[in-house]
């Protein structure tokens, strides 16, 4: 068993921890395994596009303990290739691959596997959860004709319902307002072969849970590139951005309008995250700016500057999570306060670590 608590806080300097990410198998029996993964953080390692190290490490909220690769030492198999992301619903977790195409379905709090979902997925993406359903976002720009979907499954036995089918685009996909918020255009792919590039146009899609299908299609001001899409308090917000500026659109599904914030003279917005009613936006530069919501005052200079291949970025309960990741060996996940940006931790996470998610 690949587990290793990270040593407490109090015995190392500068706050500073680590934890072992070694592939090797540590001896263990099943009592050995933690009973509960609750208070704390999932971190997200997607593993390598040819190899099977996608795994999910574990990390507690009091930042004193974790655990890497919980999903394999829990159900005794390999997770796969590449975890693109989790969504968290209920009593369970939704490990969302896009190689092999698959929904490995876990219990959240011991991780034991319940299900796996493979029903008509393609380049599976992003999960969104709206009463007693669940959307996927599938996008497959190798096939003709391209895949551009938001596949609909039952929560209650996991069965396919139906496909939304979208134009261009179908990424990063939100619950806001009783409605189902889709990034249907954006950040650019690739420009070699088999790929197409990515459409750099300006909308997201409001699907309708009661009926399943696109209700209608928000239109964004053609300023830069769509970077983010997230959900906060039940409002879906936007990034764009562009060489010169970064904007913050507030999306009213019931009516289809927006609001617009400019952030003035921060260019390449590329994550945009909301904790305590405060945004955190990530830029092309690995800043890291900080300014409450409710103000239009552009912060002049940023909270704190990352390094390395900034991969992983999220803010949960005061904290900055950001992970320089690597695809062939451990990745390293930096741990930082928000009140002034000091570094709280650092550890080894997995193969390509990618996101981080309360549990």
Do not use: F, W
């Given at each position: 068993m690949n587990i290793r608590k990270i040593l407490p806080l109090a015995l190392l300097s500068a706050l500073l921890f680590s934890v072992s990410c070694s592939n090797d198998i540590d001896l263990g029996t099943e009592t050995n395994l933690p009973t509960s993964y609750e208070k704390g953080v999932l971190i997200a390692n997607e593993g390598g596009f040819t190899t099977p190290t996608a795994d999910v490490s574990f990390l507690s909220n009091t930042l004193t303990y974790g655990y890497n690769n919980i999903y394999t030492n829990t159900n005794k198999e390999e997770l796969g290739k590449v975890l693109q992301s989790i969504g968290l619903n209920g009593d369970r977790a939704y490990l969302v691959s896009n190689i092999p195409n698959k929904i490995d379905i876990v219990n959240r709090t011991n991780f034991k596997k319940t299900a796996t979902v493979t029903a008509n997925l393609d380049n599976a993406r992003y999960i969104a959860f709206s009463g007693d359903k669940y959307y996927v976002t599938n996008n497959n720009f190798a096939t003709v004709p391209n895949v551009r979907?938001?596949?609909?499954?039952?929560?209650?036995?996991?069965a396919f319902v139906t496909s939304v089918n979208f134009p261009r685009y179908a990424e990063k996909i939100v619950a806001a307002e009783g409605n189902i918020i889709v990034q249907t255009d954006g950040v650019g792919y690739a420009t070699t072969a088999p790929y197409a590039a990515y459409p750099t146009g300006?909308?997201?899609?409001?699907?309708?849970?009661?009926?399943?299908?696109?209700?209608?299609?928000?239109t964004l001001p053609s300023k830069g590139?769509?970077?983010?899409?997230?959900s906060y308090n039940g409002i879906a917000y936007v990034l764009a951005s562009d060489d010169a500026d970064s904007y913050i659109y507030k999306i009213n599904s019931a009516a289809g309008t927006y609001t617009t914030t400019t952030i003035t003279g921060i260019p390449q917005g590329l994550k945009l995250r909301a904790d305590n009613d405060t945004f955190?936006?990530?830029?092309?530069?690995?800043a890291v700016f900080k300014m409450s919501m409710n103000s239009t005052v552009v912060p002049n200079v940023p909270l704190l500057s990352l390094f390395g291949n900034v991969y992983g970025f999220d803010v949960i309960d005061n904290k900055i999570y950001a992970s320089d990741a690597s695809f062939s060996t451990a990745s390293k996940v930096y741990v930082y306060?928000?009140?002034g940006g000091n570094l709280l931790a650092n550890f080894n996470a997995g193969i390509g670590t990618n996101g981080f998610y309360k549990n």
């Open positions: 979907k938001v596949n609909v499954y039952n929560v209650s036995d996991n300006y909308t997201v899609t409001v699907v309708k849970p009661s009926t399943n299908t696109a209700d209608q299609t928000i590139i769509i970077r983010d899409l997230i955190y936006l990530l830029t092309g530069s690995k306060d928000t009140a």
